[in-house]
Structures are given as structure tokens and as C-alpha cells.
């Protein structure tokens, strides 16, 4: 009784701080008054309402183990025997893939979240492929929800991702300013793990950087190198490198001629990579690297590769 009023607490919190009431979270999949017995830890709730309930209110299994801490809930949850076998094993990233399967994408019970979650797919293809943007009212729906979502979760962290060029400056300047915090002491992450967290701070140097709120991303960048610099993060290669791409043209973007020297750095890095991989993948992100440098040098001084 003691874990499963654990993990009904855990819900209730996680569904208050997302600004649910107890109707609203219940829907049409069990009542209000079974679901308040619930989070009071006087009854069990079985894993196909329990996924169905967190679609409810918007949130991952990963928003539910940030605000339970226990392991007992895997065992309180009706789950099939392929999932407990697999669990039991050690193999608990298949496990969970498997618990998720059992309701992903079927978002019936809150429309609204599969309507989000299209149309932030859509806008970020977009703008992989430059095509047309998302309409006035297909952002405002968007922009709507996360507004009146008081805590966000994995779910709304990767939506702003996705819309990020079209977003307002307030909502991303708060946002990174949460995630930063967060990682300068330590928090749990707001995505799935500090390095979806990083990646996305760095798009917001890239955000600001070239909307022209030099002040923004300066901040976001001096705070972010901090956190780089811990061993934690010693092995994000990749994340270290997108950021000093990223402070490099920031750099550039003022006029300042330190972007051509960390943009030398970027290429020294790939041109070492390449030759330990024998390969020429790294060619084409060096392509990107000179494309960039050539549109944003107003310094007036020449780049030079080495």
C-alpha cells in the first residue's frame, strides 16, 4: 500500500503542477472519484488507464519517474508477463519501449496533444527543408497550449524545440533561462537527459544570436561553456563541437573576430576527425562551416582555414 500510494501521489503532483483538475485528468477514462482513490493510494490502477491518464494530461513516462523516485510502480502496474521478463532481466530500456508501445500514439483521449504534436513535426520539417512555414493559426495552437501548460514536461520542452524559429522571444528567453538553472545546479533534466537539454540551450544561442539579441545569447553562452567545463560532459563531443560552431557565429554575427578563430578551431577539429575515421563524412558539416563564415564575415578580415 505504501508504494502504490507513492506513485499515486506522484501522479497527483505531477498533475497539478501541469494545472489539471481531477476532472479534466480522469476524461472519459475512469471517473474523477476513482482517480482522487487513486492518488490517495487506496487503489491500484491498471497500465493501459494509467498510460491512457498520462496522455491526459500531456505527459511522458519520463515527466512520471521525475516526480516518482521508487521502482515498486513496475510491479503495482497490471504489466504483461513480456514486459516483467524483460525488466527482470536488466533489459529495462526494452521493457519501457514496450510500455510505451502499448499506448503510443493513440493520443483519443487528448486530441488536442496529437494536433501539437503534428504540427510541430510539421514546422520542424519545414524548416529542415525550407519550405513554406506553419500558418498564423496552425503556431497559435501551438502557442496556445504551452501557454496554458504551468509546468512543462518532456512533451512541451521538444514541441518548443521544433518551433523554435517562430517562437516569442519571451517564452524562449524564460525557457532557457529554466534550463539553465537547472543545470547549473544540478537539477533533473527538462528533456530526457542532460545532453537533449544542452542541445537544445544551443539552439537557443542560435535563436538569439540571429534575431539580434546579442545580450541574450552571450549569457546563454558564457553559462552553458561553464557547464561544459564540468568532467560530466567530458565525453559530449558532438555538443561541445555544435556549441563552438554556434558561439562562432554568434561571434561573427557582431562583428567580433574571435568567431575566426573558433570557426578555424571547428575545422581543425573535423580535419582530426577525418583522418582517425578514414573518412569524408565530416566533409560536408566543413562545407557548412566555410558557407557560414563566408555569408557572416563583415570583419573584413580574410579567413584563413589554418
Known amino acids: 500500500m505504501e508504494n502504490r500510494s507513492c506513485y499515486g501521489q506522484a501522479f497527483r503532483q505531477l498533475r497539478l503542477d501541469r494545472g489539471y483538475s481531477l476532472k479534466e485528468a480522469a476524461g472519459n477514462i475512469i471517473s474523477p472519484q476513482m482517480l482522487g482513490v487513486f492518488e490517495h493510494g487506496k487503489s491500484g490502477i491498471s497500465l493501459n488507464n494509467f498510460g491512457r491518464l498520462l496522455i491526459r494530461i500531456g505527459a511522458t513516462w519520463n515527466d512520471f519517474f521525475r516526480y516518482y523516485n521508487?521502482?515498486?510502480?513496475l510491479k503495482e502496474l497490471s504489466?504483461?508477463?513480456e514486459i516483467l521478463v524483460k525488466i527482470n532481466n536488466g533489459h529495462y530500456y526494452d521493457g519501457f519501449k514496450l510500455v510505451e508501445s502499448s499506448f503510443e500514439g493513440d493520443?483519443?483521449?487528448n486530441p488536442i496533444l496529437e494536433?501539437?504534436?503534428?504540427?510541430?513535426?510539421q514546422s520542424y520539417f519545414q524548416t529542415l527543408s525550407l519550405t513554406s512555414k506553419l500558418t498564423d493559426d496552425e503556431l497559435e495552437i501551438v502557442l496556445n497550449y504551452l501557454n496554458r501548460i504551468d509546468t512543462w514536461g518532456i512533451f512541451e520542452y521538444s514541441v518548443l524545440s521544433y518551433i523554435l524559429a517562430d517562437c516569442p522571444y519571451e517564452m524562449v528567453?524564460?525557457?532557457s533561462g529554466k534550463i539553465l538553472d537547472a543545470m547549473a545546479n544540478n537539477k533533473k533534466s527538462f528533456l530526457s537527459s542532460k545532453k537533449e537539454d544542452i542541445a537544445i540551450l544551443i539552439h537557443m544561442i542560435g535563436y538569439f544570436s540571429r534575431k539580434a539579441y546579442f545580450k541574450d545569447a552571450n549569457k546563454l553562452i558564457a553559462g552553458l561553456e561553464n557547464i561544459l567545463k564540468s568532467p560530466s560532459c567530458n565525453?559530449?563531443?558532438t555538443e561541445k563541437f555544435n556549441f563552438k560552431?554556434?558561439?562562432?557565429?554568434n561571434f561573427l554575427r557582431q562583428n567580433n573576430p574571435k568567431g575566426l578563430e573558433i570557426a578555424r578551431d571547428c575545422i581543425h577539429f573535423l580535419e582530426a576527425f577525418e583522418a582517425l575515421d578514414n573518412s569524408n563524412a565530416s566533409a560536408i558539416d566543413k562545407n557548412k562551416i566555410l558557407s557560414a563564415v563566408s555569408v557572416l564575415n563583415k570583419t573584413g578580415?580574410?579567413?584563413k582555414e589554418s
Open 235 to 237: 565525453h559530449l563531443y
Open 115 to 121: 494536433t501539437v504534436y503534428k504540427l510541430s513535426y
Open 173 to 175: 528567453k524564460y525557457r
Open 79 to 81: 504489466l504483461s508477463d
Open 70 to 73: 521508487g521502482e515498486s510502480i
Open 107 to 109: 493520443y483519443s483521449d
Open 301 to 303: 578580415i580574410p579567413f
Open 245 to 249: 560552431f554556434y558561439q562562432a557565429m
